[in-house]
């Protein structure tokens, strides 16, 4: 789309930049990644009062101009860069508020750029509450820009903040904030004219940056490095300089326009909730007490619902069956395809559930905790605070977590954080885990509250956290580094969920989750139902003239139909296939049935569930879900059960640790170049599932 004006949102980590970015841009938005880079980078559209429409770019959230990863390089790149053809019109800097003199830093600095320059002050509703006055028209006229109070949150001011960016082009350029031409007057005045620039600020800037700025060119920046040696620069001391300076600065601006009620303590509510939900013993107990409530629910809240979705495909199937005529597209369509898809439809209630709950912690602010607490538990095993981001955000998905680790500096940790993720349970191993749960844990409470399956649940959750950490441990021997990471992150006020955004979220991440994982189980299910419903040879002719015989002719109807399905699925290609592998896993207790849905499912986890759904139809008078069928499963060889508990638990262990999951080996090749690390990632975590499963079994049998 073409765009009149372009118009950067800039701001520190935690200031409502991305949630001002969806109010102006709706889903008028796209997200790419940067030219060079693998940052992701979001753009969108946005109609302005005057008739012009703006592109807004939402760059990644930094505290200063200095970066500290390659997401924070990018903000200096666009907004420096005259080449760059995201350089924007103008920039809106997006201030908190209730916390104004660390955000206005990074405000100083971009000012001095001069680039034309909106202020947003965003959070208006969280400073009043903390009896925060700000004289917004004081404060306008000391930094010379227009500023907008705005509640992003609840939509208040963003018609008269769209107004300010209509007027953009009327904007006067702001004063110097401080003197920079005074920290190193000769270097600014020659890099200046050398390299042709006319502001003093990103002449400074490129003294500071020039051997990580792609925009130069090598002669250039070799040039800059003889000028820095020349004139005696040093970077950090110009750096602490320009620091206090502008916090000087800022504390002038603050003291003539901003006024607070102090109170007896003046302790924030937040800081009070912290000192229960972060302490360091009680923290990691609520902690798992929100866990254990969050798979309760999980359970509880999902059995009604599930029952409907599970009866409706069972009277689905049925219906059609009656009402099509018998024949092998009837199957496909019945057998293969809706009854694959019965077996992940019937979890959406519990994957919903999940990212509800996952929804309602971030937006709180409690995830932000949790990662800051467990940054005492990565220190110990010797990786950086920021490995706990991908590794929580590994609950709902591994594939954008991995991609998370792109801010972490450091290479062992970030290598070490790619390899250990996948092993945190993600949302497609909860329909398998709930599916063998149901099968062999009771549904009864212990000590009055708590249910057998939810504490199930719970423990496999812990424990996916745990091998994490362990294998991590592990990992920080082989991979031999001397980098020192570091973790700095902020810690946002609690607040109240939004539950509109909660819901949204909820339709959305489960809606994605069906239709990713209901394209892969409907290919799969076709396949399979081929691999099933086929033999070589004349053996499915020969099993029917078997059991045309006398002898056969007293089993009754239901029986005759059963005995013929099972053994043609024994002799069909899917058969010969699970039979080919079970030597290899018959020491873990699965059979070669669980051996073909063991195949299928390496392309995505959630598989497993549909594959078992496939497998185990064939039967037209009497369809089932499929927790049913598998219920009703018989081992041919000792009469009981097939999925008992040793078996039902050496399976859950197996998913545990066993790549399974052909996007996430995608996203791992992309994200370190090599196709090493993914094939290594699969054989070791294929190796911990195969010895983890085999233990597991041999103990419970």
Not at 539 to 556: A, V
């Amino acid at each position: 789309m073409d765009a009149d004006i372009k118009v950067a949102l800039v701001g520190n980590p935690n200031t409502g930049k991305s949630t001002l970015f969806n109010v102006l841009t709706g889903l008028n938005q796209k997200i790419g990644n940067f030219p060079g880079v693998t940052v992701d980078k979001k753009t969108g559209y946005c109609d302005l009062p005057d008739g012009r429409r703006a592109q807004i770019i939402d760059l990644p959230g930094t505290y200063s101009l200095y970066p500290k990863s390659r997401d924070e390089s990018i903000v200096f790149s666009v907004l420096a860069d005259k080449s760059n053809p995201l350089r924007p019109d103008l920039a809106v800097v997006i201030l908190d508020a209730s916390n104004l003199k660390r955000n206005l830093l990074l405000y100083t600095q971009v000012a001095d750029l001069k680039i034309p320059v909106i202020v947003a002050l965003n959070m208006m509703d969280l400073a009043r509450k903390s009896d925060i006055t700000i004289d917004v028209d004081a404060f306008a006229q000391k930094l010379g820009v227009p500023v907008v109070p705005i509640a992003a949150r609840k939509g208040e001011g963003i018609d008269k903040l769209k107004q300010a960016i209509s007027y953009a082009n009327k904007v006067a350029l702001q004063e110097d904030t401080i003197d920079v031409e005074a920290l190193a007057p000769q270097l600014i005045a020659q890099i200046g004219e050398e390299i042709e620039v006319d502001n003093p600020y990103f002449a400074l800037q490129l003294a500071h940056q020039h051997e990580t700025l792609s925009f130069l060119t090598p002669q250039q920046s070799d040039r800059i490095e003889e000028l820095e040696q020349q004139h005696s620069f040093h970077s950090q001391k110009a750096q602490a300089s320009e620091t206090i300076a502008r916090y000087n600065f800022i504390n002038d601006l603050l003291y003539d326009t901003v006024s607070k009620k102090e109170t007896a303590h003046d302790q924030t509510i937040s800081n009070k909730i912290d000192k229960i939900l972060t302490h360091k013993t009680f923290g990691f107990v609520i902690f798992l007490g929100i866990l254990l409530f969050m798979f309760q629910s999980i359970f509880a809240w999902s059995a009604y619902p599930m029952k409907l979705i599970a009866d409706f495909f069972v009277w689905a199937q049925a219906s059609l069956h009656s009402i099509l005529p018998s024949g092998p597209l009837t199957s496909l369509v019945v057998d293969g395809v809706l009854g694959g898809l019965s077996g992940v439809m019937v979890f959406i209630p519990q994957i919903a559930i999940l990212f509800g709950f996952i929804s309602i912690l971030e937006d709180t602010g409690y995830m932000s905790r949790v990662t800051f607490m467990m940054d005492r538990i990565m220190r110990k095993v010797g990786l950086n605070g920021k490995s706990v981001v991908p590794l929580i955000g590994g609950f709902a998905c591994a594939v954008p977590s991995i991609m998370s680790t792109r801010t972490i500096e450091n290479w062992k940790d970030r290598m070490i954080t790619i390899m250990v993720t996948p092993l945190v349970t993600c949302s497609a191993r909860l329909p398998v885990y709930t599916l063998l749960i149901a099968l062999v844990v009771p549904n009864r409470n212990v000590w009055w509250v708590f249910n057998l399956q939810g504490l199930a649940l719970t423990a496999m959750y812990v424990f996916s956290l745990v091998s994490a950490v362990t294998v991590a441990f592990v990992m920080k021997f082989i991979f031999k580094a001397r980098e020192r990471g570091y973790f700095i992150m902020e810690l946002p006020v609690y607040r109240m969920p939004r539950w509109k955004n909660v819901g949204q979220d909820m339709y959305q991440r489960a809606k994605t989750f069906v239709l990713q994982a209901g394209k892969v189980i409907i290919a799969v299910s076709v396949i399979l139902w081929v691999l099933k419903s086929y033999g070589p040879g004349d053996r499915f002719e020969r099993i029917d003239q078997k059991y045309e015989q006398p002898q056969y002719s007293q089993l009754k109807p239901e029986d005759k139909q059963l005995a013929v399905s099972s053994e043609k699925l024994e002799n069909s290609y899917a058969g010969m296939l699970g039979h080919t592998i079970e030597p290899v896993i018959k020491p873990l207790g699965f059979d070669w049935k669980i051996g073909i849905a063991l195949i299928t499912s390496f392309v995505a986890r959630e598989v497993f569930v549909g594959s078992m759904a496939t497998i185990y139809s064939g039967n037209e008078d009497k369809i089932e879900s499929v927790q049913q069928k598998m219920h009703d499963a018989k081992n041919p060889e000792t009469g009981g059960p097939v999925f008992t508990a040793a078996v039902a638990f050496s399976l859950m262990m197996f998913y545990a640790f066993a790549m399974q999951c052909a996007s996430t080996m995608a996203v791992v090749y992309r994200e370190t170049k090599n196709w090493r690390w993914p094939a290594a990632q699969f054989a070791y975590m294929t190796v911990l599932a195969y010895l983890a499963s085999f233990i597991t079994y041999h103990l419970l049998k």
